[in-house]
Nanobody
């Protein structure tokens, strides 16, 4: 499966953005999808994940209650709605897919990656 993340941009603190991850190439509902982010000088970190059919989700503590992950398999797309953004949310955001279907927080469990989209939150 090929993945393409989009929707990043510049937003003020307290604002919102919605990221999209579009899949192509194989049946998208075969894959659980995770979102990760990487800030300058920092390691890539887990943000959120969603099961194959969207019935289960998992969030990092740092975004719980602010971010919502969802998917529309009719459009082969996973979304990350980001609310109440903070400057520390600034990073390149990546989506990734794993065929095992687990809600993994480790990047090592994901086989396919999108190219990343930059989110910048100004204070």
């Amino acid at each position: 499966v090929q993945l393409q993340a989009s929707g990043g941009g510049l937003v003020q603190a307290g604002g919102s953005l919605r990221l999209s991850c579009a899949g192509s190439g194989r049946a998208f509902n075969r894959y659980a999808v995770g979102w990760f982010r990487q800030a300058p000088g920092r390691e890539r970190e887990f943000v959120a994940s969603i099961s194959r059919f969207g019935t289960a989700t998992y969030y990092a503590d740092s975004v719980k209650g602010r971010f919502i992950v969802s998917r529309d398999n009719t459009k082969d797309t996973v979304y990350l709605q980001m609310n109440t953004l903070k400057p520390e949310d600034t990073a390149v955001y990546y989506c990734a897919a794993n065929p095992a279907g687990g809600l993994y927080s480790s990047a090592l469990q994901y086989d396919y990656w999108g190219q990343g989209t930059l989110v910048t939150v100004s204070s």
